[in-house]
């Protein structure tokens, strides 16, 4: 086994924490809602339609004013090191073709650790009447990069029961990531990260090769509770959150597994992990439900 390569250490930029970007304006058409839908092989016949949105496409209208603040934050020549490490969506509203959103992204703090570092990203997406339709929170994971300290704050906490394997789920969905599918997604979702999309430029990374979108998996999963316990609803949802733990791969067979954590309050909260055979790869799952 080699030693492991120490971190290079970078400075952040501290400044760069806390201010708001510039408002990103974006208009949803049933056109693009049925194109992700499609892009994540998602099989319910309202997005499919272009009728309403799927949860995961709430970061299609954001992914501009997303990355605005970690260039404010985090040096550019680090970029290619960058791969998601949690997300977490709280919806106010499901998003409907028609709506004008605008959305705005700030950076409110990041950690370093040993051998990698994140910065937390809140995003908001309103309508143009200045409702919100959904908060984001974007964990960024910056492998092999050591910031040298941590600031400000973090995401929201959220379940982390490692008791609830030892009951079997209450639904288990069978997925597969077809070959092509990072080259449907990356359009779909205005992601045009070339690790996504480049075998040569993954490798320079140090990447096995390209490594599909890690919303992408998020989507899948997200389709994946709505069927088996929203009864395919995505007005229901009103929080989605998970822990990117592994890499995933074009051709890879997945299994996304469910369990009831509890109800009150007319929110019922399930707990749910994807797997790759014996690997985890996204862990923390997190979904409540409107009754």
């Given amino acids: 086994m080699t030693a492991q390569t120490s971190a290079r250490v970078v400075e952040f ?21 049925a194109e992700y839908a499609a892009a994540t092989n998602d099989p319910i016949a309202a997005h499919l339609a272009g009728g309403v949105a799927s949860p995961v496409f709430a970061i299609v209208p954001v992914f501009e004013a997303m990355l605005m603040p970690v260039i ?21 509203r499901a998003i409907r073709p028609g709506d004008r959103l605008v959305s705005r992204a700030k950076a409110i703090g990041y950690t370093s650790r040993p051998t990698a570092t994140t910065i937390t990203i809140l995003i908001e997406c309103r309508d143009d009447a200045g409702e919100l339709v959904n908060e984001q929170y974007l964990t960024a994971f910056f492998r092999g990069i050591d910031a040298g300290a941590s600031v400000g704050a973090i995401v929201p906490a959220r379940i982390s029961d490692e008791t609830l ?19 449907r997604y990356a359009p779909a979702a205005g992601d045009p990260v070339p690790l996504h999309l480049d075998e040569q430029i993954a490798r320079d990374a140090g990447l096995p090769g390209i490594i599909a979108h890690g919303l992408c998996t ?22 989605f959150a998970v822990r990117f733990a592994a890499m995933v791969f074009p051709g890879d067979d997945l299994q996304t597994r469910i369990w009831k954590v509890g109800s009150g309050d007319g929110i019922t909260t399930y707990a749910f992990e994807t797997v790759r055979g014996a690997d985890l790869v996204l862990s923390d799952g997190l979904a409540e439900i409107a009754d």
């Fill in 13 to 33: 930029d501290d400044a760069g924490l806390g201010t708001w970007c510039d408002e990103v304006t974006f208009d949803v058409t049933p056109e693009r809602i």
């Fill in 165 to 183: 394997r030892s009951a079997d789920p209450v639904a288990t969905v069978a997925q597969h990531v077809d070959l092509d599918q990072t080259f």
């Fill in 72 to 92: 404010e934050v985090a040096p550019t020549d680090i970029f290619g090191r960058v791969v998601h490490g949690e997300y977490d969506f709280h919806f106010h």
């Fill in 218 to 239: 998020m989507a899948f999963a997200s389709w994946a509770v709505l069927t088996e316990v929203a009864g395919s609803d995505a007005h229901r949802l009103a929080r």
